[in-house]
């Protein structure tokens, strides 16, 4: 719609009823916007936004999911591979948090911003004006010059367009020295006239580049003749007749000099010591990949709860103060804040830009803090802000600076923080290490690792999902007949794991039988999923790292993902990493994993528990890696969907139903191998390899199974609360009951290996997919659970024997006589 906005209590309406200025456009519009004046040559109005978290102090969530979802729209318009080919460009210094939030929603686009502050021994890589601004010139001093090479779409984010100057500049300098065939141009709103929309197309064409828009909304401002002049001279009226500008003097005096080691002597100020990573930088001035980002995940809970602790214990309405362009880690601080305190979170920025206060309900800056710079400004000391903050009833403000602002001009007697202490009865000072580019160590052999694998190069599956601690070995031919390759591990000692079972390629009749069974579980797979999820949030860590092992345990990886998002706002890193049987976990990928994350996060991550093999083989695993590499923290407890052997005390239940993924290979799995381990192909600075199956992607369902069952997430949310209660109130304590009946079934058929049997639904499958197997056991009156297990030995002629009393759903036996393929516990051929 292009309705003029009304004015009625919008924070505009001061403005346009002086000014005659109209606001038109979608209809929220004044949900986003409201109207003030500056004292500026080139434009008197200033759209103030309600959601930038620069002027109006807003809560940190809505800030931040304001810009993550520009960001979840840009990876629409972009498709998954080119999505992950992007990289992010913000604009100093109000878009430089809202930029690296779109950044967050695309998923892993490095970020870099613009900015207005030089530093020494950065090379400068692009820089353009901005024509409407108070300060305009802006900087590009990526740390690695290589972030703006490449033919990757770039997403340039500001926080309105007006004119759509700022674009054009910038991708004219960008594009002459980095040319690119993509950009996409993101805003909170786009306020450019239609012969400003047009230019911007004209000049699309002239280089021969694509620009695409992504806005929240759209609008225009109508602007009467003779409106700069006239409010400039409005703004000069309302200074002159201000007796007081900057609020009233401060209640107790700030030490001057160089800041104390302990501000807590000032009866208003307490500062806190976030212990902020070494070498994580502070923002995108120098870029942040998506590395950083990861770590920085990992970190905020700790760095908040110190935050919280400084909190007086009945702070009801705290504002997070961050600081000119430092942005984004305050947002991501109080948004931390928000979700684990009970006091009201409110988040917003000093600025350079001046603007004029008026304490109007109609005016969309009612109060103004004025303070020196205190960063030591390469363009001269001068006057800074804080709107809205006095006079907003907030009983406790958090400053956030980095260290470059820590001086002794923020300390002083007419600096911010004694000019926060005169409208709150509390001041709390966190300063954040400025990030300055240094030479780049040697590493470690163990620090080269690669970063992981995502798709669409390596995998279906979208590139957020999961990062896969694997190397490709899509080009290595490794698969044989079954026979073939049980003949070879039998007569030569080999491992399993050195070469592949040829693809099972089901039949028409199979396919219809999965979605028929994933149309009837898919409820039921969404509850165990979630339940699984929320035990883990409870119990291991408010934010683990989930590491599924490769391939079965994927997809329950990504679909914890992916509840932990849709029940609690949550970014999940996830990762794959591979485990073979008698060889354990692959090492190297658990060294990536410490290198990056704290090891007590980790979680790792299976499908379903059979007689609890894995169980046991990871825990040995984890045992051996911390004698060999000394780091500790891996908790080898495995969280699965399913535990039907009572094998672990994370899972979502311990019925033996279908899970419809273990019905399928690859097709269910991103179309992802089972992992390989082969000394002439991996290395021992190697992970372990896997192979894509791209020629497979017109069966592909990974992508229909995970979206179908998400999809039911709503539906069963109160069901998930109520088995989680259920399940956290109970006795969870692995019985080991499957590994009896196991063994019992072992004697009772003659087979006297338990290796060869195969207990529960998805082993069962497995076994008729990938063995010879040599007859199944049913349980008495199981149903449509079964489907697909009777079709499958129905396919091969192998016989289903109905048992009246088994413990699992169904058992699948591998002849202990004949079949070549049965394996021990370490992974070779069993002879009997």
């Known amino acids: 719609m292009n309705n003029a906005v009304n004015n009625g209590d919008w924070s505009g309406s001061w403005v346009a009823e002086r000014l005659g200025v109209q606001l038109e456009g979608d209809d929220g519009l004044r949900d986003l916007l409201g109207l003030a004046l500056r ?3 080139k434009r008197a109005h200033l759209l103030v936004s309600h959601v930038l978290g620069k002027h109006v102090p807003q809560s940190p969530s809505v800030v931040y999911d304001a810009g993550f979802t520009l960001g979840r729209r840009v990876r629409d318009l972009l498709g998954a591979d080119q999505a992950a080919r992007a990289v992010v460009l913000g604009y100093a210094e109000t878009a430089t948090g809202l930029g690296h939030s779109v950044a967050d929603g695309i998923g892993l686009a490095p970020y870099l911003h613009s900015t207005r502050r030089p530093v020494a021994g950065v090379a400068r890589a692009g820089g353009f004006e ?51 065939r993509r950009y996409v141009v993101v805003a909170l709103v786009d306020m450019r006239s239609a012969a400003d929309a047009g230019r911007l197309e004209e000049f699309a064409r002239e280089i021969g580049a694509r620009v695409d828009l992504v806005a929240a909304a759209s609008g225009a401002v109508r602007l009467p003749e003779g ?3 006239k409010g400039q001279e409005l703004v000069a009226r309302y200074e002159a007749e201000s007796a007081v500008e900057g609020g009233a003097a401060a209640a107790g005096p700030v030490p001057t000099g160089p800041p104390p080691a302990d501000d807590r002597t000032h009866p208003h100020l307490a500062r806190v010591d976030l212990c902020w990573p070494p070498g994580l930088p502070d923002g995108g001035r120098h870029g942040f990949t998506p590395a950083h980002r990861t770590r920085l995940e990992g970190v905020l809970p700790a760095m908040a709860a110190r935050l919280a602790e400084a909190l007086p214990a009945d702070a009801r309405r705290v504002l997070v103060l961050g600081f000119e362009e430092l942005m984004y880690a305050p947002l991501r601080l109080a948004r931390e804040l928000e979700r684990t305190t009970d006091a009201e979170i409110r988040y917003s920025t000093t600025t350079r830009s001046p603007v004029l206060a008026v304490d109007d309900p109609g005016y969309a800056i009612r109060t103004r803090l004025v303070f020196p710079a205190h960063d030591d400004p390469a363009d001269g000391p001068g006057e800074r802000y804080a709107y809205n903050v006095a006079g907003a009833g907030f009983d406790t403000v958090i400053a956030v600076v980095d260290s ?25 000072l966190a300063v954040v290490p400025s990030y300055v580019p240094g030479p780049v160590p ?18 279906s599956y979208a590139p957020e999902e999961v990062g896969w601690l694997l190397q490709d070995l899509s080009d ?20 399993y794991a050195e070469s592949l079972p040829v693809e099972y390629q089901p039949s028409e009749q199979y396919q219809a039988l999965f979605h028929a069974a ?73 060294r990536w994993l410490a290198a990056h994350h704290d090891p007590r996060d980790v979680v790792f991550v299976d499908g379903w528990t059979g007689k609890g093999a894995i169980t046991r083989e990871l825990a040995e695993a ?27 005390r994370t899972y979502g239940t311990r019925e033996d139903y279908l899970i419809p993924s273990a019905c399928l290979n690859s097709t269910v799995s991103g179309l992802i191998s089972r992992t390989v381990l082969r000394a002439d192909l991996v290395g021992p600075h190697d992970y372990h390899g896997a192979k894509f199956y791209r020629e497979l992607a017109d069966t592909d369902v990974s992508v229909a199974f995970l979206d179908a069952v998400s999809g039911r997430f709503q539906e069963v949310a109160d069901a998930v609360d109520a088995q989680v209660k259920e399940l956290l109130s109970g006795d969870r304590a692995p019985t080991w009951a499957g590994w009896a009946a196991v063994e019992r079934i072992s004697e009772e058929y003659g087979i006297h290996d338990v290796n060869l049997v195969k207990p529960g639904v998805g082993e069962t499958t497995r076994v008729l997919l990938r063995r010879v197997p040599w007859k199944i056991l049913a349980r008495a009156g199981a149903g449509a659970d079964l489907d697909h297990v009777r079709l499958l030995a129905e396919q091969r002629g192998v016989p289903v024997e109905e048992v009246a009393e088994l413990p699992y759903t169904c058992v699948g036996l591998i002849h202990p006589k004949y079949t070549r393929g049965a394996t021990g516990a370490d992974g070779k051929a069993v002879n009997v």
């Open 227 to 229: 409106v700069l002049q």
């Open 404 to 428: 470059v602002a820590d001086t002794p001009e923020l300390h002083a007697p007419d600096g911010l923080l004694n000019q926060l202490a005169a409208h709150t009865p509390r001041v709390v």
């Open 476 to 495: 290595v031919t490794l698969e044989a007949p079954t026979e073939e390759r049980e003949e070879a591990i039998q007569s030569g000692g080999a491992h």
């Open 518 to 590: 994933l149309e009837e579980s898919a409820a039921r797979l969404a509850q165990a999923a979630g339940a699984v999820t929320e035990i883990v949030l409870a119990e291991r860590s408010p934010r683990p790292v989930l590491v599924s092992l490769a391939r079965a345990g994927t997809p329950v990886g990504i679909l914890m993902r992916r509840w932990a998002r849709f029940r609690h706002g949550l970014e999940l890193p996830h990762y794959a990493v591979s485990i073979v049987r008698g060889r354990g976990i692959d090492a190297n990928a658990l």
């Open 442 to 459: 040697l590493p470690e052999r163990r620090s080269m690792l690669p970063e992981p694998l995502r798709g669409p190069a390596f995998s």
């Open 39 to 41: 004292r500026n040559p």
């Open 130 to 180: 901005e024509s409407h601004s108070h300060a305009t010139s802006h900087l590009l001093l990526p740390e690695d010059p290589a972030l703006l090479v490449g033919d990757g779409p770039l997403v340039l984010v500001d926080d309105e367009f007006s004119t759509g100057n700022t674009v054009l500049n910038t991708v004219r300098d960008l594009h002459a020295r980095y040319p690119r």
């Open 622 to 648: 984890v045992r051996e890696f911390e004698k060999s590499d000394d780091i500790t923290g891996f908790d080898p407890e495995i969280a699965v969907l399913a535990d039907p052997g009572s094998c672990v």
